[in-house]
Antibody, heavy 119, light 107 residues
Framework: EVQLLESGGGLVQPGGSLRLSCAAS????????MNWVRQAPGKGLEWVSL????????FYADSVKGRFTISRDNSKNTLYLQMNSLRAEDTAVYYC????????????WGQGTMVTVSS | EIVMTQSPATLSVSPGERATLSCRAS??????LAWYQQKVGQAPRLLIY???TRATGIPARFSGSGSGTEFTLTISSLQSEDFAVYYC?????????FGGGTKVEIK
């Protein structure tokens, strides 16, 4: 079964850092762009970042640009999100999501990992 | 940034009835529009991409239409499992953005 499994969430103080991981299985990981999408408690969805299949191109939402870095290790079928200078407004469930073929619609989602930024 | 506006915020519908959800883009996104369903405590599920193409395994009662700035998701006959929040998302340019969602609740 095609699957994405996030890990690395937790409680962090404002200004701190956290690295999220997303392990992919049962598809050719390197063939697809991958994304991070977040959802603050009780709120809607917000796209955070995308990386292409080869890891050579990245895109970010303005709200995280300069603070978050997306990367991938295709040899390990794993996607990452390095989050620095965290703020209270970064508190959310973070989902990794696979882009569908040549479209940037998201056909496979992980179960999400909660990040809480609080002192 | 393209702003996606969904209406209504909440839609009350009886089982078996038709539901029509709207999504408007602040500028043209061509047909680069997707719809998702999200149930409480679950990740979103892709329903529609390319404005009108159903994703794998999505029942035929879900249909999408529109292009440019105006889009519609129609659920022809609501089933109990369809009560959820629905989001539209464009992928025409960066940044990708979602609408605020429409909650479909039981009337």
């Amino acid at each position: 079964e095609v699957q994405l499994l996030e890990s690395g969430g937790g409680l962090v103080q404002p200004g701190g850092s956290l690295r999220l991981s997303c392990a992919a299985s049962e598809f050719t990981f390197s063939n697809y762009a991958m994304n991070w999408v977040r959802q603050a408690p009780g709120k809607g969805l917000e796209w955070v970042s995308l990386i292409n299949g080869g890891g050579t191109s990245t895109f970010y939402a303005d709200s995280v640009k300069g603070r978050f870095t997306i990367s991938r290790d295709n040899s390990k079928n794993t996607l990452y999100l390095q989050m620095n200078s965290l703020r209270a407004e970064d508190t959310a469930v973070y989902y990794c999501a696979k882009s569908y073929s040549g479209y940037h619609a998201f056909d496979i989602w992980g179960q999400g990992t909660m990040v809480t930024v609080s002192s | 940034e393209i702003v996606m506006t969904q209406s209504p915020a909440t839609l009350s519908v009886s089982p078996g009835e038709r539901a029509t959800l709207s999504c408007r883009a602040s500028q043209s996104v061509s047909s680069k529009l997707a719809w998702y369903q999200q149930k409480v405590g679950q990740a979103p599920r892709l329903l529609i991409y390319g404005a009108s193409t159903r994703a794998t395994g999505i029942p035929a009662r879900f249909s999408g239409s529109g292009s440019g700035t105006e889009f519609t998701l129609t659920i022809s006959s609501l089933q109990s499992e369809d009560f959820a929040v629905y989001y539209c998302q464009h992928y025409n340019n960066w940044p990708l953005t979602f609408g605020g969602g429409t909650k479909v609740e039981i009337k």
